[in-house]
Each structure stands twice: as structure tokens, then as C-alpha cells.
């Protein structure tokens, strides 16, 4: 069993910038990838980024948020961060943490644990 605990969501000025944590606690293999989606109001959920945990791992960033986010992991401390700069009004949502053994997947239900969410909100 793994638990995610996200951290760090709040309100920002558009063109502002915010770190998303998620820790992982529990029984983690060690080959696992780690994600964050995002759903805004009346819209589909969507992945955003994706990391894995081994060296040379793939990391995977959705159009909408290359070159504006980075996602980075700490292996020793079982974290991944989302940072989200220059960031955008429909960048507005609730994000998830959530955790997937083996590489990534873009679908929500291919992955095994999910974090509570945590929102964002992003005013024009």
C-alpha cells in the first residue's frame, strides 16, 4: 500500500509561480512513476507531468504546460515536485498526485494510488 500526501496548492497571480509536493509513503517498489492530472470545472481530467523513478527515466509533459512546468523527484525522500511557473488562468484546477508501478501512462485509471488533490487557483 502507498499513501500520497500533496502539499503546496493555492492562489497566484496569473504570471506567478507555484510548487506542487507529493510524498510517497508505504511499501514503494522500486520501479515506479509518478504524475500529476489536473481537472478545472465542467472539464476532463488530464495528465500534466510524469516522472520516473529510475535513472533515465522518461518524463513526460503535456502541450499545454512544456516549457512553463518541471517536474523533478527525490528519490531518498520518495517526492516529486510540480514547478509551475508563468503560469496561466486555465491553469486553474484541482491537482492530483498519483502513482503508477512501471513506466507512465496518461490514463487516469491505469495508475494504483491516487492523492487527494490539492487546488490551484490562477486569477487573471
Known amino acids: 500500500q502507498v499513501q500520497l500526501v500533496e502539499s503546496g496548492g493555492g492562489s497566484v497571480p496569473a504570471g506567478g509561480s507555484l510548487r506542487l509536493s507529493c510524498a510517497a509513503s508505504g511499501r514503494t517498489p522500486t520501479y515506479f512513476t509518478m504524475s500529476w492530472f489536473r481537472q478545472a470545472p465542467g472539464k476532463t481530467r488530464e495528465i500534466v507531468a510524469a516522472i520516473s523513478s529510475w535513472s533515465g527515466g522518461a518524463i513526460y509533459y503535456s502541450d499545454s504546460v512544456k516549457g512553463r512546468f518541471t517536474i523533478s523527484r527525490d528519490n531518498a525522500k520518495n517526492t516529486v515536485y510540480l514547478q509551475m511557473d508563468t503560469m496561466k488562468f486555465e491553469d486553474t484546477a484541482v491537482y492530483y498526485c498519483?502513482?503508477?508501478?512501471?513506466?507512465?501512462?496518461?490514463?487516469?485509471?491505469?495508475?494504483?494510488?491516487w492523492g487527494q488533490g490539492t487546488q490551484v487557483t490562477v486569477s487573471s
Open positions: 498519483v502513482y503508477r508501478i512501471g513506466r507512465y501512462s496518461t490514463t487516469w485509471d491505469d495508475h494504483q494510488y
